[in-house]
């Protein structure tokens, strides 16, 4: 009922007192970022200062003002429905790759081979289910062509519909796809993927 419902609202807001707290008064200040005697306060060894520790945008305190709106905005169901709905849509696009002919899903299940081509169907099962498991809202991959993966990231950009990164793996470019907008659509997004 409503009670219930109260109650964990008031939760809720309990924590997300508690992580302003936190981040307002960061219990490790002997780590953070401090000017030289020589720098006039705030600055590194050369003098300058650095300008994540400058500007109200990226004090600790301001930081902690989105963090605390969230978390009376949409609560813990919420977070948890966005981080699901983020999680399905990462694992749908490895399925589709790992099916697709032109593309190679990294890293590969418990086995580095590649898919099709003379793998045993168990085996290679097992690896998709395993990749799967493993896959939260990051995607590796690339194209199977060298010519055609040299260029992936750039085309995939080029179209305007997703956003990716280029990064490497075994010495070879791949693509990196984070899945991590808080208005994931898994059927939308999905469709303009694959």
Known sequence: GSAGYTDMLRRQIVLARRVVRWLWHHPHYEVLPRGSSTSGGGGGVDGIRSPL????????????????ATLLS????????????????A???????????HYEVLPRGSSTS????????????SQLH?????TYIIVLF???DDAINAALTTKINATGKIYVTGTMWDGKPATRLAV???RTDVRRDGDIIG
């Open 142 to 144: 690339r194209a199977r």
């Open 74 to 89: 949409y609560g813990s169901a919420g977070y948890t429905d966005m981080l699901r709905r983020q999680i399905v849509l």
């Open 114 to 125: 590649g898919g099709g081509g003379g793998v045993d169907d168990d085996r290679e099962t």
């Open 53 to 68: 520790n400058i500007g109200i945008e990226n004090s600790r305190r301001f930081r902690a003002l989105p963090v605390y």
């Open 130 to 134: 395993d990749t799967i498991k493993h």
């Open 180 to 182: 991590s907008h808080w």
């Open 91 to 101: 694992r749908r696009v490895v399925r589709w790759l790992w099916h697709h002919p």
